[in-house]
């Protein structure tokens, strides 16, 4: 099973909103990313955690908090953002050095 | 420091005939290499990976890629193109080492398109 889920698949906020986005993972991976990606583009490295620890963060705005509360799921918490913030937010996971598994995304807008 | 070269930013097939698309890779070291493709509005999928195992690998739905060292390249190919094939194809290299943390480096990414 190399599934990784991720909600809400939409997600719609105004820019004083609080909201947070899901990703839960059971293949026993250590490593768990965050992306954002852009139409047409490549996706773009946020956040990596690595047994539960916050062990990369691409200078990512403050306004995006993510959270490991255990070793299968992860949060993104999103506060204050802005427009140009509106992409797909992709969760991933990997054993440390293998190949990572992509979820199917959130497609955020932020109004 | 590792980079990928996907050649072509667009690729256009007929049903039926082969898909060609094309990766080059700059790497210091022995890297993984991987294919991803992405159905619109869609996640990522990994289609196959390269570690270090046999240099032609095969992967999901037909597609194979061979790692040629000499070239630098990872070519993705498929025998023969169904209408379900078009998407969005990634080349990507992992190898930059962060502490326990491999992050990924992407192609820019190749669109394939399939026409009846």
């Known amino acids: 099973d190399t599934e990784v889920t991720q909600t809400p698949k939409h997600l719609v906020m105004g820019m004083t909103n609080k909201k947070s986005l899901k990703c839960e993972q059971h293949m026993g991976h250590r490593a768990m990313y965050w992306y954002k990606q852009k139409a047409k583009k490549p996706p773009e490295l946020m956040f990596v955690y690595s047994y539960e620890k916050l062990s990369i963060n691409e200078s990512v705005p403050s306004r995006f908090s993510p959270e490991c509360p255990n070793s299968s799921l992860l949060n993104l918490h999103l506060h204050a953002l802005q427009p140009e913030d509106s992409a797909l937010y992709l969760c991933a996971s990997s054993q440390l050095t293998g190949p990572q598994y992509f979820g199917p995304g959130t497609r955020l807008t932020v109004t | 420091a590792q980079s990928v070269t996907q050649l072509d930013s667009h690729v256009s097939v007929s049903e039926g005939t082969p898909v060609l698309l094309r990766c080059n890779y700059s790497?210091?070291?022995?890297?993984?290499l991987f294919w991803y493709v992405q159905h619109p509005n869609k996640g990522l999928q990994l289609l196959l990976k390269y570690t270090s195992a046999a240099t032609l690998v095969k992967g999901i739905n037909g597609f194979e890629a061979e790692f040629k060292k000499s070239e630098t390249s990872f070519h993705l190919t498929k025998p023969s193109a169904h209408m379900s094939d078009a998407a969005e194809y990634f080349c990507v290299v992992s190898g930059y080492l962060t502490g326990n943390n491999r992050k990924l480096i992407w192609g820019l990414g190749t669109s394939l398109a399939v026409n009846p």
């Open positions: 790497s210091s070291y022995s890297p993984s």
